[in-house]
């Protein structure tokens, strides 16, 4: 199923209507476990299944974790495809968390395995990393347009590590972090009511200390098992807490299998991030 309209356009409706919330599918191991399933493929077909039927007719965002289903080979790639388009199916919007990111040519690459609608892993929306330079990701900025999806750059990862990095401060005095916020900023210039090209900023942050306002989606991991909870985000976020897409992984998974008490896990984050955004 594809749809050419913006991904920035069908996630301000999706925020909008279903609240603001991304839940991550991080088959971990020990969820697994702590769901009675074994650590196998059965495991993990059974877990991601359980996740999109509780969770995608009613949450915004789905981000399943490529890694969770790589560990298992091809038959765990064919488990995340089949949880892709089924989340989709039943209208969540579905960012692939694969942090992609290489030169150009291969960039190309990567792009068509997750953006082109031919693709069988074709998503709404992709992680990047872009730290092989912003240009690296031409190729994605370019089929993303052509196709409707967006892109969430990492920018201030919620990682400690991620500062190194991230807030190194080059020739011209800015930050690396905010070379990548005005990259995407330009990209998203005129578009309504939100761009397509959105940013990685933790929630863990102490401060984001960078201008986020890039007219586009903040991608906030970091809410629930790192410590960040929903009162932290217009700490980090101020004025841009609209464009915010809270996401959580852990801290709903670990409510399962019950579907009543994931859906309810998933509320309650829609709940409290409503309360502090007063949306
Ligand atoms: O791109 C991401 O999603 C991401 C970026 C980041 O800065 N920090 C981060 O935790 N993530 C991802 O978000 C999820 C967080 O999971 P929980 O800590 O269980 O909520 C994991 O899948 C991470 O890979």
């Given at each position: 199923m594809t749809?050419?309209?913006?991904?920035?356009?069908?996630?301000?409706?999706?925020?909008?209507?279903?609240?603001?919330?991304?839940?991550?599918?991080?088959?971990?191991a020990s969820l697994l476990t702590a769901w009675g399933l074994d650590d196998d493929l059965a495991g993990l077909e059974t877990f991601s299944r359980t996740v999109v039927e509780a969770l995608a007719d009613r949450v915004a965002v789905l981000k399943p974790q490529a890694a969770?289903?790589?560990?298992?080979?091809?038959?765990?790639?064919?488990?995340?495809?089949?949880?892709?388009?089924e989340a989709r199916a039943a209208g969540a919007l579905v960012v692939m968390d694969a942090k992609r990111g290489d030169i150009g040519s291969t960039m190309a690459a990567y792009a068509e395995a997750f953006l082109s609608p031919d693709s069988p892993l074709f998503s709404d929306a992709l992680t990047v990393s872009p730290y092989l330079g912003f240009g690296s990701l031409q190729p994605?900025?370019?089929?993303?347009?052509?196709?409707?999806c967006g892109l969430f750059a990492l920018a201030l990862t919620s990682n400690p590590e991620g500062h190194e990095v991230q807030r190194a401060v080059g020739a011209d005095g800015r930050s690396v972090a905010q070379a990548v916020l005005a990259r995407l900023a330009a990209e998203n210039a005129g578009a309504e009511p939100l761009g397509s090209f959105g940013a990685v900023v933790g929630a863990t942050l102490a401060d984001a200390g960078a201008d986020l306002a890039i007219n586009?989606?903040?991608l906030a991991p970091g809410v629930g098992a790192q410590g960040a909870t929903a009162a932290d985000l217009p700490r980090v976020f101020g004025d841009q807490v609209r464009n915010v897409v809270p996401s959580v992984s852990r801290d709903v998974l670990k409510h399962g299998p019950s579907v009543e008490a994931l859906r309810r896990a998933a509320q309650t984050f829609v709940d409290d991030v409503r309360a502090v955004t007063n949306r």
């Open positions: 749809d050419s309209t913006p991904f920035g356009t069908r996630l301000r409706t999706a925020l909008d209507t279903r609240g603001q919330l991304c839940v991550g599918i991080d088959p971990h969770f289903f790589e560990r298992f080979g091809s038959r765990g790639v064919a488990v995340l495809e089949r949880s892709v388009a994605a900025v370019d089929l993303a347009h052509a196709n409707g586009g989606p903040l």
